[in-house]
């Protein structure tokens, strides 16, 4: 009789976070089976670093078009990014979801490949483990608390804030 251990931090159930099949997950979300998704969850605002991410982004989906970004969450950057998905034509390339339940979150980051977390200042960001948890492999701005469980180069990338050319 065994019991299951719940691993709990910051009040976050991280059992819900675990790597499931990723085809699973995308058909469910009407997601490509053929492209690699990076995945941002949070706030669009300037303290998260988002306009940094989206300037980069069209450099990225030139190089490789079989990448697709998710935005989940809401903010005072949102209509601006959307329009300037719009004018940049790379609407194919980048989905916004809007705001999601927490207790879906998991199956959005096992659809993904990547987690990418621009922030340009952060604590300990609960959305980082519990992407690392689902196994994704995370790209993060090297701020607040990140670098306490991502090492560079070994279990993710860390990269300087407002960095787009990084």
Do not use: C
């Amino acid at each position: 009789n065994k019991e299951k251990v719940k691993l709990i931090y910051n009040g976050i159930d991280l059992n819900n976070f675990k790597p499931r099949n990723k085809n699973i997950y995308r058909k469910k979300f009407n997601l490509p089976l053929d492209k690699k998704i990076i995945l941002y969850v949070g706030w669009m605002t300037k303290a998260k670093g988002v306009d940094y991410l989206f300037d980069t982004i069209p450099n990225l989906i030139r190089k490789n078009k079989k990448i697709l970004f998710l935005f989940i969450g809401e903010g005072d950057l949102k209509d601006i990014l959307i329009k300037k998905v719009e004018k940049l034509k790379i609407s194919q390339n980048i989905k916004f979801l809007g705001q999601k339940p927490h207790h879906e979150l998991p199956y959005y980051m096992n659809a993904a490949d990547i987690y990418i977390l621009p922030s340009l200042a952060e604590g300990m960001p609960n959305n980082v483990l519990e992407a690392m948890a689902s196994g994704l492999a995370i790209i993060s701005t090297d701020v607040g608390g990140v670098k306490d469980f991502i090492i560079n180069e070994k279990n993710g990338l860390l990269i300087k804030p407002k960095s787009s050319k990084e």
